[in-house]
């Protein structure tokens, strides 16, 4: 039986050989869809404000990245873009620049920075400005 550990590192060594194998998909022909890709939602982009006068893309597929802080490649699952793009209306422009690891230290040095300098990132403005 293997750990969860193992079972994520073996998870992780498929999804980068599934990412080296994919060639640079257009996500606004349906012709050119693979098999795994996962379908955009088209009502749930709409909050972008590119919408109007830009073409949607009609799925999604696994984009490979390098993690700007620790240098490790990484993949942005189709699953997670679907989640970003419509459940947490991200930007359609955005992309993935950090792995977990780094996003989950980068949130708590965020959250420490604010604790001890509440006027550097106040929640609300409170000084004036002179």
Same mark, same amino acid.
């Given at each position: 039986? #293997?750990?969860? =550990? /193992?079972?994520? !590192?073996?998870? @992780? #060594?498929?999804? =980068? /050989?599934?990412? !080296?194998?994919? @060639?640079?998909?257009?996500?606004?022909?349906?012709?050119?869809?693979?098999?795994?890709?996962?379908?955009?939602?088209?009502?749930?982009?709409?909050?972008?404000?590119?919408?109007?006068?830009?073409?949607?893309?009609?799925?999604?597929?696994?984009?490979?990245?390098?993690?700007?802080?620790?240098?490790?490649?990484?993949?942005?699952?189709?699953?997670?873009?679907?989640?970003?793009?419509?459940?947490?209306?991200?930007?359609?422009?955005?992309?993935?620049?950090?792995?977990?690891?780094?996003?989950?230290?980068?949130?708590?040095?965020?959250?420490?920075?604010?604790?001890?300098?509440?006027?550097?990132?106040?929640?609300?403005?409170?000084?004036?400005?002179?």
């Amino acid at each position: 039986m #293997k750990s969860g =550990k /193992q079972r994520r !590192a073996e998870i @992780k #060594k498929l999804r =980068k /050989q599934k990412a !080296a194998s994919h @060639k640079e998909v257009n996500r606004f022909d349906l012709s050119c869809k693979p098999a795994d890709a996962v379908m955009a939602n088209i009502e749930a982009l709409q909050h972008n404000p590119r919408a109007a006068y830009t073409q949607m893309p009609l799925f999604y597929v696994d984009v490979p990245f390098t993690c700007k802080d620790c240098g490790s490649n990484e993949l942005w699952t189709a699953r997670q873009q679907k989640w970003w793009y419509e459940i947490a209306k991200g930007s359609i422009d955005s992309t993935a620049v950090r792995c977990r690891s780094c996003r989950k230290k980068e949130n708590i040095r965020k959250e420490k920075a604010r604790k001890t300098c509440p006027t550097v990132f106040p929640k609300k403005r409170c000084h004036k400005m002179v």
